[in-house]
């Protein structure tokens, strides 16, 4: 009996070759999660939460929507918290596939950054009470964005992934200079820089995931 075309090994040799990219690419797009699903819902609630406080409480206190002022904290929130159970469920599902150190990785830096925002929180609602509200506004975002930046560029140099390293250098430039900026202009500036920054890095991994 005649084995079917598909069950015959290639011919040439290049062929041969081009299957093989073609099965590691298959493989490395199956085990690897869709970085603008990691990306965009943080990038996303950045520049709606921070874009949000920006128009509450802008530079020199100045008021561009009037709205109450716990409504930007609680925004911020609410975002930040679906784009974590979104990106956790995203992470989740793809190391199911994985098992072994890779695995291990995986969980030990997820629970990393839960581990640091839960102390960095707990740390801030004690010093925040001693500041006015924009000084408090200010030293709560410049330090969870300070942490986020340094938990991206840990992230990028366990998994040598030079785009999310880059990212977590550019947030906390983008920080830095929203701090010196002072209150209200940072908020604008992790905004369109920090958020936008982290739409553009998705968008980037993505491109460069194997075809």
Do not use: C, K
Not at 128 to 145: C, F, I, K, Q, R
Request: charged residues 15%; neutral net charge; hydrophobic residues 55%.
């Amino acid at each position: 009996m005649d084995a079917n075309d598909d069950e015959l090994p290639p011919l040439d040799p290049a062929e041969s070759l081009r299957l093989i990219a073609r099965e590691q690419a298959a493989t490395v797009r199956r085990l690897t999660p869709d970085p603008r699903l990691l990306l965009w819902p943080w990038g996303l609630a950045w520049l709606v939460g921070f874009g949000v406080f920006f128009l509450r409480f802008g530079p020199g206190g100045r008021v561009y929507v009037d709205m109450p002022d716990f409504l930007p904290l609680t925004v911020l929130l609410a975002a930040i918290t679906l784009a974590g159970i979104v990106t956790g469920f995203v992470g989740a599902r793809a190391g199911r596939q994985v098992s072994g150190p890779t695995s291990r990785q995986g969980a030990m830096y997820g629970f990393t950054w839960s581990v640091a925002f839960i102390g960095m929180a707990v740390l801030l609602s004690r010093v925040s009470e001693l500041l006015p509200v924009p000084d408090a506004n200010l030293l709560w975002a410049g330090a969870m964005v300070a942490l986020t930046g340094a938990l991206h560029m840990a992230g990028g140099a366990l998994w040598n992934d030079r785009v999310l390293y880059v990212l977590g250098i550019s947030i906390s430039v983008v920080n830095v200079v929203g701090i010196a900026l002072g209150p209200g202009w940072h908020a604008l500036v992790v905004a369109v820089l920090g958020g936008g920054g982290m739409l553009v890095a998705g968008l980037v991994s993505w491109l460069r995931m194997p075809r």
